[in-house]
């Protein structure tokens, strides 16, 4: 009975021990889902320009500029009232992470340069 016992505990700290380092190792391991979309700004448009995203899921949305343009400068949400410098050649990002369903217009100053981020 005694032996039993000792066995069924050892059995129990075994799987305890196992779980432990299972968890925490997969604790460590946890990833961050987040979406990072590079887009290009090159030759008049945003590439790709039609984004799409989930409502209260970050989204990053990376700009490069290779258009040496001053036109390409700016990348303006308008209402979501943020705007952005691109240096030439330089990762800009823009960590959203949007609550309401809608369409969000990006545009160059001038609007020209036209992209849409679509929440849903
Ligand atoms: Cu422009």
């Known amino acids: 009975m005694i032996t039993l016992l000792v066995n069924v ?4 700290l075994i799987c305890l021990i196992i779980w432990w380092f299972w968890f925490s190792r ?3 391991n946890t990833i961050k889902i987040v979406n990072l979309i590079e887009i290009r700004v090159k030759d008049g448009i945003y590439q790709p320009s039609n984004i799409e995203a989930k409502i209260n899921h970050p989204i990053t949305l990376r700009f490069i ?3 040496a343009s001053p036109c390409a400068e700016t990348v303006v949400f308008h209402s979501l009232n943020i705007s952005k410098q691109l240096p030439l050649h330089q990762p800009v990002d823009f960590s959203l992470n949007i609550k309401k369903a809608g369409v969000y217009e990006f545009t160059c100053q001038m609007g ?3 992209g849409k981020l679509t929440v849903n």
């Open 9 to 12: 505990a050892g059995i129990a």
């Open 112 to 114: 020209m340069y036209r």
């Open 65 to 67: 500029r290779d258009d």
């Open 26 to 28: 997969s604790h460590a």
